[in-house]
C-alpha cells in the first residue's frame, strides 16, 4: 500500500478523532423508554503512564449503564484510569439501556512524562526558535532558515567538511556548535550578538564528527572518530576542559540531564558493535565509562531480516522521556557466506536498514540494554541514517538514506503508521517543529531542506517547501551525479528492492571495515577495501584478486549480487560485459559520474598517530619514525619491492593481466579469483592504515604487529623474524602514519 494508504491505516490509532457506533436494536423502544443517546467522547489525547486519564461523555437518559473500555484490559464504570504501560489505545464507552446500546470511542497515546531539560544528541540539522540550521558538508557551510517563513535567511562558510551541530548557551548569548571533521576543529558561532567565531583546533588526525550540549547548560562534548576521544569544551571557549578515551571510531552522541552521555562508536568488527556510557557528574566532568557490546544477528536470513552487525552508527536518539535510546544503522551481513555457513549471500540478505532499541535504567551508574523484542530490521530499505521523535515521544520519524524516504513509527510498537518517499538524496538528518507538526528533513545531496506537514498523518503529509541551502554548488555535475548514484539504492538500476548501494559498504568514501564471504561471487573472504584516497594513485588493478581494471565494471556486481537492472544498456552490457574485457568507459554516463566520483576522494587525511607539532615528545617520535622508514626501505625486509613508490603499491595491469603476489596469506576461505585458482593478490597501498584494520585479504590480522610477526612466520611477506620488539614497534609507527603528509 502507498504512504497515504499506509497513514489511513494508522490513524485511528494516531489521530485525535472519534467514533460513534450504533449496536443493537434500531427500532424505537417499547413503552415509552425514552431513547438511547450518546455523546462525543471526549479528554487529552495524550496521557502519561502511571498518571490518571480522565475521559468525558454525556449520556442520555442518565440511568443508563456506562462502561469504559480502556483498550489495555481494564474496564469499569469509572471514567478515570491509570495506563501501567505505554502505547496507543483505543478506548471506548459503552452504554446500556435495556435493549439498547451505543459504543463511542476515540484514540488515546500513553507516553512516559518527557524530562523537564529535554535530552540532546548530535546531528545535521537543528532548531532553535525561528531559526532551523543545518551543516553542509561538501560546501563547508552553515545555512540558516527561516522555520516560519521556510526561507533561507543566511548561508555561512564555517570550515572544512562540517558534520554536525548544536545549540549551547552561555549568560545571555546563544552559540551554535559545528564540528569540522575535514578540519580537525570545532567553531562555535555567537548567535545573539553575531561576533567572530570561536574556533578550537582539535588534534589533527582526529577527525571531530558528533558534538551536543549538555541539557544542564554550559558546555558542549564532542566525538573524535579517529582520534578514539570524546571531550568536553566549555560554551563559547576554545579550551578542552576535559578528555576521556574510550573504544575507537566514537561518532554519534547523546547528553541526558541525569549526567549520561551515549556514544555510538561508527564502524562494527566481525564480533559485532558497540556503545559507551559515560558518566558526567556535573556539566563537562567525564569521569568513568562503560561498554555495552552489539553482538550480531544470528539465524534470521530470509526476505524480510538477515543476520549481520549494526553498521555505520552515525547517531543514537534517546526518547523525550529518557527512558530509551534509539540507534539507526546498516546491519550488514558479515556472518554469511558459502564458505561460513554454505549458504549463499542474496540481493535481501546481505544489508538492510536497522533500529536498535536500547533501554536507559534509571540507575545513571547502569549500563543501557537492548529491549526485550530485539532490533526492528525494515523491509526492502536500506541504511537508516537518523531519527527524531515526536514531542511527546509517541511517534518516531526515521530517514533512510540510500532509500530517499521517511519512516513514520509508533514509538512503542514500533509498527508502521506511515511514510515520505521521494524525500530527497542522502538523507542524513531530520527535525520537528516545537509543536510537531512540521518535519525537516536534511536531504544532503539535494542540498535542499524539505519541509512536510505532519500535523495530521490521517489526511498525508503534504510537502510545504523544498528550500536550497548551497548558493554555490562545490562539486562539478558529474562528481554531484556519481556521488548521488553512488548512495541511491532506490535507483532499480543500482539495485533491487532499494536494499543496496555503493555506500552501503564505503560510507564517506572508506570502507566499513568488515570482511564479507564473497565465495557465492567467485571470490572467497573479501575484507572491504577504502575508497578514499584511491583518487590520488595510478588506478591499477581493482579489488583483492585484480578482478576489475575500471570503475565502471562495478556493473557487474549492480546487475549480480545487488539485482539492479544496471547502467548499461544492453547492447553495450553484451560487447562489454565482462570483467578485463573490452571498456565500459563512455558506455553510460551513470557509471562514469561513478567513477569521477571514486577518482574524487583523493586524501587519505592526516594520521592521528603523528603528536601534535611543537609537543615535547615529537623529537623522539620522529627518531622512531625514521628508524622506522629505513627499516621498511632496506633490502632485506623487501617490504618497498611491492609497497613502492609514493603510492605504496606495484599494483598494475600488464597486458590486461593484474600483477598479484603470493605472500603466503592465502588459506582455505581466501577462495578464487573470477571463479578460477587464487595465485596471488593485488598488493593494496599502505597510506591510511591507521583507519582500516583488521588487514590482509581476509581481515586475519587484527594489528599491524600480527602482519608482520603472526601471519608472516615464513617471511613470506617481508623478512621480519630478525626484527626485535623496537625495531617492530618503529616499523609500525611509520605504517601507520603514511597520511596525506607523507610525500
Avoid at 525494515?378 to 515521544?393: E, Q
Avoid at 510537502?463 to 532506490?490: I, N, T, Y
Avoid at 632496506?634 to 599494483?651: I, L, Q, R
Wanted: aromatic share 6%; hydrophobic share 40%.
Amino acid at each position: 500500500m502507498g504512504p497515504r494508504g499506509e497513514v489511513s491505516r494508522w490513524a485511528l490509532v494516531l489521530g485525535a478523532v472519534s467514533i460513534a457506533i450504533a449496536c443493537g436494536d434500531e427500532a424505537a423502544p417499547s413503552g415509552g423508554a425514552p431513547q438511547l443517546s450518546l455523546g462525543e467522547l471526549t479528554g487529552p489525547e495524550v496521557g502519561y503512564v502511571g498518571e490518571p486519564v480522565c475521559l468525558q461523555v454525556e449520556v442520555s437518559p442518565a440511568r443508563a449503564e456506562v462502561s469504559y473500555v480502556w483498550g489495555d484490559g481494564a474496564r469499569g464504570a469509572e471514567p478515570c484510569h491509570a495506563f501501567e504501560r505505554p502505547g496507543h489505545f483505543l478506548v471506548s464507552v459503552e452504554a446500556r439501556a435495556g435493549s439498547q446500546r451505543r459504543t463511542a470511542s476515540r484514540a488515546l497515546a500513553i507516553v512516559p512524562r518527557p524530562l523537564a531539560l529535554p535530552p540532546t544528541n548530535s546531528a545535521t540539522l537543528t532548531i532553535s526558535g525561528p531559526s532551523l540550521f543545518v551543516v553542509n558538508a561538501d560546501a563547508g557551510s552553515v545555512t540558516e532558515l527561516d522555520v516560519e517563513r521556510l526561507r533561507v535567511i543566511r548561508e555561512t562558510p564555517v570550515c572544512t567538511n562540517p558534520r554536525t551541530l548544536a545549540l549551547g548557551s552561555q549568560g545571555n548569548e546563544r552559540w551554535l556548535a559545528v564540528a569540522c571533521q575535514g578540519s580537525d576543529e570545532l567553531v562555535q558561532l555567537p548567535l545573539t550578538s553575531g561576533g567572530a567565531p570561536v574556533r578550537l583546533s582539535l588534534p589533527r588526525g582526529s577527525a571531530p564528527y558528533g558534538v551536543t550540549a549538555d541539557p544542564r547548560g554550559g558546555v558542549f562534548y564532542v566525538s573524535l572518530t579517529f582520534g578514539g576521544e570524546v571531550v568536553s569544551v566549555p560554551v563559547g571557549e576554545a579550551r578542552i576542559q576535559a578528555r576521556l578515551w574510550v573504544a575507537p571510531e566514537p561518532r554519534g552522541l547523546a547528553a541526558l540531564p541525569d549526567g549520561r552521555v551515549l556514544v555510538t562508536h561508527w564502524r562494527a568488527s566481525q564480533q559485532g558493535s558497540r556503545l559507551t556510557q559515560i558518566e558526567v557528574r556535573s556539566p563537562g566532568e567525564l569521569t568513568s565509562w562503560q561498554e555495552l557490546s552489539l553482538p550480531p544477528d544470528l539465524g534470521l536470513n530470509s526476505d524480510t531480516d538477515n543476520d549481520g552487525v549494526l553498521s555505520f552508527m552515525n547517531q543514537v536518539a534517546p526518547s523525550p522521556s529518557g527512558h530509551q535510546a534509539w540507534l539507526p544503522a546498516l546491519k550488514a551481513n558479515n556472518q554469511t557466506g558459502l564458505f561460513r555457513t554454505g549458504r549463499d549471500l542474496s540481493f535481501d540478505t546481505t544489508a538492510r536498514a536497522v533500529l536498535g532499541v536500547l533501554e536507559l535504567p534509571s540507575d545513571v551508574g547502569a549500563a543501557p540494554v537492548e529491549r526485550r523484542g530485539g532490533r526492528h530490521a525494515f523491509d526492502d530499505l536500506d541504511y537508516a541514517s537518523a531519527v527524531v521523535f515526536s514531542p511527546n515521544g509517541a511517534l518516531a520519524y526515521v530517514a533512510i538514506s540510500g532509500s530517499e524516504r521517511v519512516m513514520i513509527l509508533d514509538a512503542f510498537s514500533l509498527n508502521l503508521a506511515g511514510s515520505l518517499v521521494e524525500v530527497g538524496a542522502a538523507p542524513d538528518g531530520l527535525a520537528l517543529s516545537a509543536a510537531g507538526d512540521r518535519l525537516f528533513v536534511s536531504a544532503s545531496l539535494s542540498r535542499s531542506v524539505r519541509v512536510y506537514d505532519v500535523s495530521d498523518l490521517k489526511v498525508g503529509s503534504p510537502l510545504l517547501a523544498d528550500v536550497s541551502v548551497v548558493q554555490q554548488e562545490p562539486l562539478s555535475p558529474q562528481v554531484l551525479l556519481g556521488k548521488q548514484l553512488f548512495h541511491r539504492a532506490a535507483d532499480p538500476r543500482m539495485s533491487k528492492s532499494s536494499y543496496l548501494s555503493c555506500a552501503s559498504c564505503h560510507q564517506d568514501g572508506e570502507g566499513d571495515n568488515l570482511t564479507w564471504d564473497f565465495s557465492g561471487r567467485g571470490e572467497g573472504l573479501r575484507g572491504t577495501i577504502p575508497l578514499a584516497g584511491r583518487g590520488s594513485l595510478p588506478l591499477g588493478a581493482l579489488h583483492w584478486s585484480g578482478n576489475f581494471d575500471e570503475v565502471q565494471d562495478f556493473e557487474l556486481d549492480i546487475r549480480g549480487p545487488q539485482q539492479g537492472a544496471g547502467f548499461l544498456a544492453e547492447s553495450h552490457f553484451a560487447q562489454a560485459g565482462p570483467s578485463l574485457g573490452p571498456p565500459k568507459a563512455g558506455l553510460s554516463p551513470e557509471l562514469d559520474a561513478l567513477a569521477a566520483y571514486v577518482r574524487s576522494l583523493a586524501r587519505f587525511g592526516v594520521s592521528p598517530h603523528r603528536p601534535p607539532e611543537g609537543a615535547a615528545i615529537e623529537a623522539e617520535w620522529l627518531a622512531t619514525r625514521r628508524a622506522g622508514e629505513a627499516l621498511f626501505f632496506a633490502a632485506e625486509t623487501g617490504c618497498s619491492s611491492c609497497h613502492a613508490g609514493s603510492a605504496f603499491t606495484d599494483s598494475e595491469l600488464v597486458d590486461g593481466v593484474p600483477r598479484l603476489h603470493d605472500v603466503g596469506t592465502l588459506g582455505a576461505g581466501s577462495g578464487q579469483r573470477l571463479g578460477e585458482p587464487l595465485t596471488g593478490l593485488d598488493t593494496p597501498t599502505l597510506r591510511g592504515l591507521w583507519k582500516s584494520a583488521p588487514y590482509l585479504h581476509d581481515g586475519s590480522a587484527h594489528t599491524l604487529r600480527d602482519v608482520l610477526v603472526e601471519r608472516n612466520p615464513d617471511d613470506r611477506h617481508g623478512t621480519t623474524s630478525h626484527l626485535s620488539e623496537a625495531e617492530l614497534h618503529a616499523l609500525t609507527v611509520y605504517l601507520l602514519t603514511l597520511d596525506d603528509l607523507e610525500p
